[in-house]
């Protein structure tokens, strides 16, 4: 099995290594035969040949079966186009998948006295390919124009997905659109009711602009949610919120034969080198990788370990404490052996 590792820009050489630590461990411990293949995608890159990435780069990533990535910067230039676009459409990674899943003990730490944090766990599903992150769009200095493409492929695709997913949980799957306002979207809404009823499984739906309300208002009505791209990218940030920091926050982007998994925070510029992020959504993002690999154990007892270093406030400074992000992944790594 080969894994690429894409530490990125900024924060993400910082946080990667963490999670690269945990990956070392079972890997060498149990014989996993995962072989690591580094690549350099991003700012360096694109200061070093004019592309952030390349073609030869993207046939590198189709030869591994997961990816572990940390974030890049945007580049300042018209002819840049994003380099995660371009992974997740040319690799085909339809489904992205953002939990919001408080780590337990998080509330008291951050003193959010608003939420019971064991009534929120919700999973936000976004499409991954198309929507308004389409790449289709026409740019003029007076008029420019972005393309929001729809199709009954790829929402079928997604809510099969979500389908799934839910029916392992609540049996419940939230559909959330704006087709009062977005033609496009009744096309999205009623594909995703007729596929999620096809399955068996219980489907309402919400307006987005209300969804992000009742969101951070009353979070523990959801459970599955299945949404567009642009949309699903806004409600995951914001769905952070109820994590206690974005640095908490992981994801995964999933294909039929491949699949991603990084952070969704990006590089952090203002932060960047000074050895303070936090490696929890990194860490958090390889525990994903493990459930996806079928390594139940050893992602549950990453949780276990990460849910130790929150209970001991052995925690960066977005969530109050004063430790570094090295001194928090090796805590972290250091539990995990114990653990195990
Ligand atoms: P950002 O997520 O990098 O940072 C937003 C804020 O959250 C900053 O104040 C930052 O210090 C803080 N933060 C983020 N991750 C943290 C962590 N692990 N620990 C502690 N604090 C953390 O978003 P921003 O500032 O909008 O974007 C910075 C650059 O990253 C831009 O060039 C943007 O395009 C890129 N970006 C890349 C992404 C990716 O590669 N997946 C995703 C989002 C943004
Ligand atoms: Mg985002």
């Known amino acids: 099995m080969r894994a690429a590792i894409i530490e990125g820009d900024g924060i993400g050489k910082e946080v990667i290594p963490e ?24 700012l360096g890159k694109w200061e070093k040949t004019g592309s952030a990435i390349t073609d030869d780069d993207i046939s590198l990533l189709k030869t591994c079966n997961l990816i572990l990535f940390g974030a890049i910067t945007t580049v300042n230039d018209p002819s840049y186009k994003s380099v995660l676009l371009r992974i997740r459409k040319e690799l085909d ?3 992205n998948v953002r939990p919001i899943l408080p780590i337990s003990g998080i509330y008291k730490l951050l003193k959010i006295k608003d939420h019971k944090e064991e009534n929120v766990n919700i999973v936000i599903v976004r499409e991954n390919t198309e929507g308004l992150y ?4 026409e740019i003029g200095a007076e008029k420019s124009m972005t393309t929001r493409v729809i199709t009954k492929r790829a929402s079928e695709r997604i809510a099969a997905f979500a389908s799934n997913l839910a029916s392992a949980r609540k049996n419940k799957l939230l559909v959330v659109h704006k087709s009062n306002v977005l033609k496009s ?11 999620a009823e096809s399955r068996g499984v ?19 009505k959801y459970d599955v949610v299945v949404t567009t791209n642009l949309f699903g990218d806004i409600l995951s940030d914001l769905g952070a919120v109820l994590l206690g920091s974005i640095g908490l926050a992981p994801s995964a982007n999933i294909g039929d034969n491949q699949a991603f998994f990084e952070p969704v925070h990006g590089s952090a510029p203002d932060i960047a080198g000074k050895g303070i992020a936090n490696p929890i959504a990194a860490v958090l993002s390889l525990k994903m990788m493990f ?15 990460v849910t130790a270093a929150v209970a001991d406030k052995i925690v960066t400074p977005d969530l109050g404490g004063k430790y570094s992000t090295k001194e928090v992944g090796d805590f972290i790594l250091s539990k995990v052996r114990q653990l195990d």
């Open 134 to 137: 389409s790449g289709v769009e």
């Open 93 to 95: 990674l339809y489904a």
């Open 291 to 305: 459930d996806y690999m079928g390594k139940t154990r050893e992602a549950c007892l990453v949780s276990r370990a």
């Open 185 to 195: 979207d009744k096309l999205f809404l009623d594909t995703c009711r007729q596929t």
């Open 19 to 42: 999670a690269v630590a945990i990956l070392d461990y079972f890997n060498e411990t149990y014989d996993w035969g995962i072989e690591k293949v580094p690549v350099e995608v991003g």
């Open 202 to 220: 219980d489907v309402s739906d919400k307006l987005v602009d209300i969804f992000a309300y009742d969101l951070i208002m009353n979070p523990e």
